[in-house]
C-alpha cells in the first residue's frame, strides 16, 4: 500500500464540486513537507496540477484548488466538467524513507 | 517550450538491462534534477529515485537500490534511466520528469513515457 492514503475513487455531475483527500503521517505531510496533485487523463502522461499544496500552474483552471492542514491534504475542484474524468495523485516527501512518495491514485468519473 | 523527450519502447527478456533515454530543451538542464517515476500497466505511480543535473547527486528508492543507475549527461541536456536484471514485475512505463528531490514546486513537465515489456 501507497505511503499516501487516496480514495480509490470519486464520482460527480457536472457542475458540481468534489474533493479528494490525501493523507499522510508525521514523516510526510505532517512533517511540514509540500504536497503536489497531478491529474492523468487516459492514456497520457500525468501533468502537474497543484504545486507546493495549494499553488497552480500557469495554465490550470482556478476551478482547482489545493489545501493542507495536520497529516492530510486535499485537492478540490469545482465547476465539474466532462474533461476533469481523471486519475488525480498526491505527491510528497517523506523522511523515514528519504524518497518522494505519491499517493495511490484517485479516479474522478464525472456522471 | 520546456520539453523532456524519452526514447522508444524496448522489450526485454528477464534478466536483461534497459537504458531509457529523456532529453531536455527550452531551460538550462543542469539548474534543475530529473526524477524518474514508472507506472505498472493498470496501477499507480512509483516514484524510482533523482539525479542532480548539477553535480551528478543522485537519490534512489530503496526497493531498487542495487539495480538502478541514473546519469546525465550535460553536453547533451540528457538523462538516462538504467535498469539492470529485469524481472516481469518491472513492466511498466517508464517516465522522467524535470524536478528536485524534495521541495515546493513539484514534477514538471514529464516526459512522453517509455514502455518497457520484459517477457520471455
Known amino acids: 500500500q501507497s505511503v499516501l492514503t487516496q480514495p480509490p475513487s470519486v464520482s460527480g455531475a457536472p457542475g458540481q464540486r468534489v474533493t479528494i483527500s490525501c493523507t499522510g503521517s508525521s514523516s510526510n505531510i505532517g512533517a511540514g513537507y509540500d504536497v503536489h496533485w497531478y491529474q492523468q487523463l487516459p492514456g497520457t502522461a500525468p501533468k502537474l496540477l497543484i504545486y507546493g499544496n495549494s499553488n497552480r500552474p500557469s495554465g490550470v483552471p482556478d476551478r482547482f ?47 | 517550450q520546456v520539453q523532456l523527450v524519452q526514447s522508444g ?10 537504458k531509457v533515454s529523456c532529453k531536455a530543451s527550452g531551460y538550462t538542464f543542469t539548474s534543475y534534477g530529473i526524477s524518474w517515476v514508472r507506472q505498472a500497466p493498470g496501477q499507480g505511480l512509483e516514484w524510482m529515485g533523482w539525479i542532480s543535473a548539477y553535480n551528478g547527486n543522485t537519490n534512489y528508492a530503496q526497493k531498487l537500490q542495487g539495480r538502478v543507475t541514473m546519469t546525465t549527461d550535460t553536453s547533451t541536456s540528457t538523462a538516462y534511466m538504467e535498469l539492470r536484471s529485469l524481472r516481469s514485475d518491472d513492466t511498466a512505463v517508464y517516465y522522467c520528469a524535470r524536478g528536485g528531490n524534495s521541495g515546493p514546486l513539484g514534477f514538471d513537465p514529464w516526459g512522453q513515457g517509455t514502455l518497457v515489456t520484459v517477457s520471455s
Open chain 1, 65 to 111: 484548488s489545493g489545501s493542507k492542514s495536520g497529516t492530510s491534504a486535499s485537492l478540490a475542484i469545482t465547476g465539474l466538467q466532462a474533461e476533469d474524468e481523471a486519475d488525480y495523485y498526491c505527491q510528497s516527501y517523506d523522511s523515514s524513507l528519504s524518497a518522494r512518495v505519491f499517493g495511490g491514485g484517485t479516479k474522478l468519473t464525472v456522471l
Open chain 2, 9 to 18: 519502447a524496448e522489450v526485454k527478456k528477464p534478466g536483461a538491462s534497459v
